[in-house]
């Protein structure tokens, strides 16, 4: 199982039956693929749809059914779609159960960095700060470092997203909740040890007992 894989299926079992939830762009659009079967999930991209579903097989996508990001998506029986206008009317309106982000870093507070790198163009915000702000869960979806420096840190280095705390974050080592008494380490990936996840994190982790492994 490829890192990709194993962060999409753990924030899978993070959803719920009948809610509405929003996928980002990029890795969190997987989680589309692993939804448990005794369950339905009502996805929402900003770009304007419900009830889209994982991506169709080759040769079967429709430029008429795409993601925020633009990748091809399927739609389920029931699906519907909409201006964005609409779309942010529900984000702002806290009328979401959960959104799945990308992250470029977090910190020990559970503020979300992932809309921009300094000096690198952007061809715009996107909807990650009206996300953040308006769902009622947030949970990150990302690996735990980049090229080795981790992006779960003590302090922000990247323009924030929002100063509201993320509800979870999901990495291929651990899955971490930000609390009022700081960071702390509530599953950790098959195989893997508190000691490795201390040492590819930024920040001082709070660690209670004995961590649990994810279930997958």
Known sequence: MDVKELIARRVARELRDNTLVNLGIG????????????????????????????????????VHLTDAG?????????????????SFALIRGVHLDMTVLGGLQV???????????????????????????GARRVVVAMAHTQKGVPKIVDKLSLPVTSQRPVTLIVSELA??????????????????????????????????????????
């Open 27 to 62: 890795l969190p659009t997987m989680v589309a693929q692993y939804v448990p079967s005794h369950i339905r999930v009502y996805f929402q991209s900003e770009n304007g749809i419900i009830g889209f579903g994982a991506r169709p097989p080759e040769g079967m996508e429709d």
């Open 70 to 86: 633009g990748a091809y998506v399927s739609a389920l029986p029931g699906a519907v779609s909409f201006d964005s206008a609409m």
């Open 107 to 133: 910190d020990r507070q559970g503020r979300l960095a992932n809309w921009q790198i300094p000096g690198v163009l952007v061809p715009g915000m996107g909807g990650a700060m009206d996300l953040v702000s």
């Open 175 to 216: 899955v971490m909740e930000p609390t009022f008494e700081g960071l702390a380490l509530r599953e950790r990936a098959p195989g893997v040890s508190e000691r490795e996840i201390e040492a590819a994190t930024g920040a001082d982790l709070l660690i209670a007992g004995e961590v649990p492994e994810m279930e997958l």
